[in-house]
């Protein structure tokens, strides 16, 4: 079985500041991929990066990269230079291997609140 | 950004009555996902088809149904609906080809059972 694991419910930040957002998970496939998903107080849901467990570098994208760290079963996420619009419920999820290859497991979220 | 649409977008109804939501996509995505979002539980996957009346169960499918007769649309019913089933209800689809993983959602359903 998958498990995603957020243990901030909340976090504060600065407007400008960079933030890293925690994700911890486990499961036994060797293959997998992890992403992150950002849910805005409208409600729709905005994927913002993915890393595969066989990449060699950690993804990046624009101001989001994932720090991935595979033996401690991590992948943080960090937005630099936060900016008002990024104050968001933030989801961390993975897709499993073989039968699960399509699935996602989600995590609990991380509200981000971004402070002027 | 996927052609991803819900209907209804909201909905109110009462304990016991059968509900349908529908999702419909323009992409020609071969899976399709439904989820559902309370409060302190993320997205949880409902159920999950990977072609046209090929559907599965998630992690949380007890009292719904589904079904996927045209590649475009993916129905979930609520056989007899509880307030347990409260809840945020979300469509998402993946394209399946190689290391196209990511998952495209919809805006969401919101559905109160009174």
């Known amino acids: 079985a998958q498990k995603i694991t957020q243990t901030q419910p909340g976090m504060f930040v600065q407007e400008k500041e960079a933030v890293t957002l925690d994700c911890t998970y486990d499961t036994s496939d060797p293959s997998y991929g992890l992403f992150w998903y950002k849910q805005p107080s409208s409600g729709e849901m905005i994927f913002l990066i993915y890393q595969g467990s066989y990449d060699q570098q950690n993804a990046t994208e624009g101001r989001y990269s994932l720090n991935f760290q595979k033996a401690r079963k991590s992948a943080n996420l960090v937005i630099s230079a936060s900016q008002l619009g990024d104050s968001a419920m933030y989801f961390c999820?993975?897709?499993?291997?073989?039968?699960?290859?399509?699935?996602?497991?989600f995590g609990k979220g991380t509200l981000l609140t971004v402070n002027p | 950004d996927a052609g991803i649409t819900q209907s209804p977008r909201h909905k109110v109804t009462e304990t016991g009555t059968p509900v349908t939501l529908r999702c419909h996509q323009t992409e020609n995505h071969r899976y399709m996902y439904w989820y559902r979002q309370d409060p302190g539980h993320g997205l949880r996957l409902i159920h999950y088809s990977y072609g046209v009346k090929d559907t599965d169960k998630g992690e949380v499918s007890d009292g719904y149904s589904v079904s996927r007769s045209k590649t475009e649309d993916f129905l979930l019913t609520l056989e007899s609906a509880t307030s347990s089933q409260t809840s945020v209800y979300f469509c998402a689809t993946s394209d399946g080809g190689t290391a196209a993983y990511e998952q495209y959602f919809g805006p969401g359903t919101r559905l109160t059972v009174t």
């Open positions: 999820a993975m897709r499993g291997g073989g039968g699960s290859n399509y699935k996602l497991t």
